[in-house]
């Protein structure tokens, strides 16, 4: 390969991969955030990505609502849905004092039930194509070319990461759900409402998911089966270390770089099976991942 | 003097097994009250009614006359009640000032949208001043994980004073610490009652600190209370002296 087209393929493929590593760093923020709060490992994430991409899409293109009331409508509707699973289902799950693989379930009970929904309303028959607001055209940086679609995603996907870590760190709001990560009888101690809190993130981890899906479904070919993405937030979620939020953001770059490279200096066949490699090689070299600290010796 | 604290009649079930037996104690306002009694007698049992991590199975507590047995563990703060724990409960990945900073938590503003603005300047002089008292200012940023024991515990009853509590529980502060930090312990938890009039109910089983400091002392020996008076008093009870050194027949076999 000569050394110009390789440079091409180079910057090419790590501006492609910011954009999509974009997406996957917002559901893997999503998945973490309620991990680190909850203790569920949410497997219904990539079905309220699916499910938010279909309800913007019903709004937008069969009710014909304008885009500027839809985006804001589906995030809001979304998020207090998101809560409310968390508050009427895995609080009463949690009660029954049952194993925690149960709330685990209840998430899988909610990734069939967002399924079932869209396909009984018959939009999930046949692939959908989302409507772009975005004009054609594209930016030319060095030699990679990014759509205006891209610089959109990219550029909305960074600024609510920044809006979310500001949050997260100079909130009181903020501080209580960190607080309720690293030590749940402490938090109530010193006077954290624990239900509210946790009720709260599964809310702000289902408007991350809606916005995520908004962001990317135009560039998409809307299904039923969309939501198998998250596999690939999960795996950035566990190059991360699975409970830094800075983890999950920077997994999901690598996730999206790698991919972009792979596909084009290797096959696009190979673009599957790359993620997994980059997993192994983690969790070979550093079990903790990225992120997860020392690995500590607890006291038995 | 009036009471602070009253149970009346705590009983708590767990399963078949009574854990509080119709356990009745008044804590009044400025007192050093201790708790004490044999492993397993029920005193952590106690405490965590009263700082509503168990639900009494009957029985009432009220904290200056609201009965508060049906009120959820976080609310606790907010009414000035902290506590400590045996098995320190502290956020470990933070550092020693930032512990003390969040058991302010409460105390902060309370309005939806004041809690999405930055902490105020005077939690951070309140919490700079608690860690002068205690003796924890030179682990200021030291993470709480990083500290020895002794400091841990120290730092579970910083946090708690962060509360700004009238009501202090402290669940076996001196369990684990050498004598010269029984010493200073004695000193503060002395220091506080005094000076800042906090109230103060502990479980201990070090006698040479409950001897000490305590106004009042509860005795429970399997989920009963056998005896409650002064320290002098509730030394020379002959039940006390039973239940932490057996009968005389019990002690021949």
């Known amino acids: 390969m000569e050394l110009e087209v390789l440079s091409l393929f180079l910057q090419q493929g790590i501006a492609s991969g910011l954009v999509t590593g974009s997406i996957y760093a917002l559901l893997a923020l999503a998945i973490v955030i309620v991990f680190r709060t909850t203790d569920v490992a949410n497997f219904a994430e990539g079905e309220v990505y699916m499910a938010s991409a279909y309800l913007a899409f019903f709004l937008i293109a069969i009710v014909s609502m304008p885009f500027w009331i839809a985006v804001p409508a589906t995030v809001f509707a979304v998020l207090i849905g998101a809560s409310l699973f968390q508050r009427v289902v895995l609080t009463q799950v949690a009660a029954a004092k049952g194993v925690s693989v149960n709330l685990v379930i209840a998430t899988l009970g909610l990734s069939y039930v967002l399924k079932g929904i869209v396909r009984a309303t018959g939009f999930g028959d046949t692939p959908r194509s989302f409507p772009s607001v975005m004009g054609e055209g594209s930016v030319t940086l060095g030699s990679a070319s990014l759509t205006y679609l891209d610089l959109t995603i990219l550029g909305a996907a960074l600024a609510i990461m920044a809006v979310f870590f500001w949050m997260f760190n100079y909130t009181k709001i903020g501080r209580a759900m960190r607080a309720v990560g690293m030590n749940r009888r402490a938090s109530q101690l010193v006077g954290i409402n624990l239900g509210h809190v946790q009720m709260l993130v599964w809310g702000l981890s289902g408007a991350i998911s809606a916005v995520a899906a908004i962001l990317i479904a135009p560039k998409l070919l809307m299904t039923a089966d969309m939501g198998v993405v998250v596999t690939l937030a999960f795996a950035a979620a566990i190059i991360g270390g699975f409970t830094s939020l800075p983890g999950a953001v920077v997994g999901g770059f690598i996730i999206g770089i790698t991919e972009n490279l792979v596909g084009l200096f290797v096959s696009s066949r190979a673009i599957n099976v790359a993620p997994f490699v980059v997993i192994m090689l983690v969790l070979i070299f550093m079990p903790q991942g990225l992120f997860g600290g020392k690995v500590r010796v607890r006291k038995v | ?253």
């Open chain 2, 1 to 253: 003097m009036s009471a602070i604290l009253a149970i009346e009649d705590v009983t708590v079930r767990f399963g078949g097994l009574t854990a509080v037996n119709k356990f009745s104690m008044a804590v009044q306002k400025g007192a050093i009250h201790a708790l004490i009694g044999p492993n397993g007698a029920g005193k952590s049992t106690v405490f965590n009614c009263i700082s509503r991590i168990y639900q009494p199975s009957e029985g009432r507590i009220t904290l200056n006359g609201e009965d508060i047995s049906k009120l959820k563990s976080h609310s606790m703060a907010g009414r000035g009640v902290a506590r400590s724990f045996q098995n320190l409960e502290l956020f470990n990945e933070l550092t020693v000032l930032e512990n003390v900073m969040l058991g302010a938590y409460s105390r902060c503003d309370t309005t939806f949208l004041q809690r999405l603005t930055p902490r105020p300047k005077q939690t951070l002089e309140q919490a700079e001043e608690i860690l002068e008292s205690t003796g924890l200012k030179n682990y200021r940023n030291t993470k709480a994980s990083g500290l020895d024991f002794g400091h841990q515990k120290l730092l579970e009853v910083a946090r708690a004073l962060a509360i700004s509590p009238q009501l202090l529980l402290l669940d076996e502060p001196a369990a684990g610490l050498r004598s010269r930090e029984i010493e200073r312990l004695d000193e503060l938890l002395t220091s506080l009652n005094k000076t800042k009039g906090i109230t103060i109910l502990l479980v201990e089983h070090v006698m040479q600190l409950v001897m000490s400091i305590s106004d009042r002392i509860s005795v429970l020996s399997f989920g009963e209370k056998i005896a409650e008076g002064t320290p002098t008093e509730v030394k020379n009870h002959p039940r006390v002296i039973e239940a932490y050194l057996g009968t005389k027949e019990a002690g021949r076999g």
